[in-house]
Structures are given as C-alpha cells and as structure tokens.
C-alpha cells in the first residue's frame, strides 16, 4: 500500500511538470504577445493621439512612451502567468 501510494505520488509529480509551462515557454508568450501589443500601440499614440487630444508628438516620442509600457507589459505578464501557473500547481498537488 505504501509503495503504491509512492508510485501514485511520483506520477502525479511528473504529471504537474509536464503540464506547466516552462519560464522560458511563458516569457516567449509574453515577449510575441507584447510585441505585437507594441506595434498596436505605436500606430495608436502616432495617429489617434493627435486627433484625440491634440497634442503634437513625433516619432522619436512615441516611441519612447510606447517603449516604457512595453517594458511594463512584459514583466506584469510574465509575473501573472507564473503566479498562475505556480497556483494551478499547488492546486493539483493537494489535489
């Protein structure tokens, strides 16, 4: 009965790592997912800004603040998805 359970407990393990997706797999996500959430935003602060608020901006500056969103856009993304991928293992495990 003991040596089942352990086998039972080992395989749950290998099952948990297998489905969890990889640090380098999540920032990969991240980084196309906020790479193209980069070009979207670019082309909005270039062209709807202007005529939303009227405020005159150039390239070089729409560039720099789409660059610090950016930035923050992957690393609140990569924090979220391995807060939720470290939640959804706890769960199985005392599952």
């Not at 390239?59 to 950016?70: F, I, R």
């Not at 959804?88 to 495990?93: L, Q, R, S, T, Y």
Request: aromatic letters at 8%; proline letters at 1%; hydrophobic letters at 45%.
């Amino acid at each position: 009965m003991c040596e089942q359970l352990r086998l039972e407990n080992a395989q749950l393990r290998q099952e948990i790592q297998r489905l969890q997706q990889s640090r380098a797999a999540s920032l990969t996500e991240v980084l196309i997912n906020v790479g193209t959430g980069f070009m979207v935003s670019y082309i909005l602060w270039l062209t709807l800004i202007p005529l939303l608020f009227n405020i005159d901006t150039n390239a070089s500056q729409g560039l720099g603040v789409t660059a610090v969103y950016t930035v923050a856009s992957i690393v609140r993304g990569y924090v979220v998805r391995r807060g939720f991928n470290a939640h959804k293992a706890k769960g199985k495990e005392s599952a």
